[in-house]
C-alpha cells in the first residue's frame, strides 16, 4: 500500500469520527431528550479533544486541527444540549 | 516546548479520549437505560476507529493502535448495552 492510501484512510477514519457527532445532537435536539447521555463522558472527552487541538496547533498539523476544532464544536452542542434537556 | 512535552499532551489526550467512554458504558449498565443515546452515532464511529486502528497497524504505530484498540472494544460494549436497554 502506497502512503497516499494509507493517509486516505486515516482521512476517512477522521471524517467518520467527526460526524459521528452529529446524529447524537440531532437526537437530542428532536426529542428534546438527554436523560440516558453521560454528562461526565462528553466533559472528558472535549477537554481531551481541546488537548489535541492543542498538540495540532504546536505541531502545526492542520488535519488534526481541523478534524479537532469541528469534533469540539460538536460536542460543545451536545453538553449544552445535555444541560438542557436532563 | 520540546518534542517530548508535545507528545506528552497528545498522550493525555488520548487517554482521555479513550477512557472517556467508560462513564456512558456504565450509565447505561446501571440504569439499564439507553433511550437517547444514538445508536447512529456509535456505529459511524466504529466504523471511524476501526479504520484508524487499520491506519496505525499499516503504520506500525503502537499509541495508534493501543488507543483506537481499546476504543472500538468500549464503543462496542456500548452498542451491545444500547441494542440490549433501547
Known sequence: M???????IGLIAAALTT????PQA????????????SLTMYLVMF?????????GILLDRLAIILANGFTACLQLM???LKLKHR
Do not use: C, M
Not at 460526524?19 to 452529529?22: A, E, W
Not at 428532536?30 to 447521555?37: H, P
Open 78 to 80: 451536545i453538553i449544552i
Open 19 to 22: 460526524l459521528s457527532f452529529i
Open 26 to 37: 440531532l437526537k437530542i435536539w428532536r426529542s428534546k431528550n438527554a436523560s440516558s447521555v
Open 2 to 8: 502506497t502512503a497516499w492510501q494509507i493517509e486516505i
Open 47 to 55: 477537554i481531551g479533544v481541546l488537548l489535541w487541538l492543542t498538540y
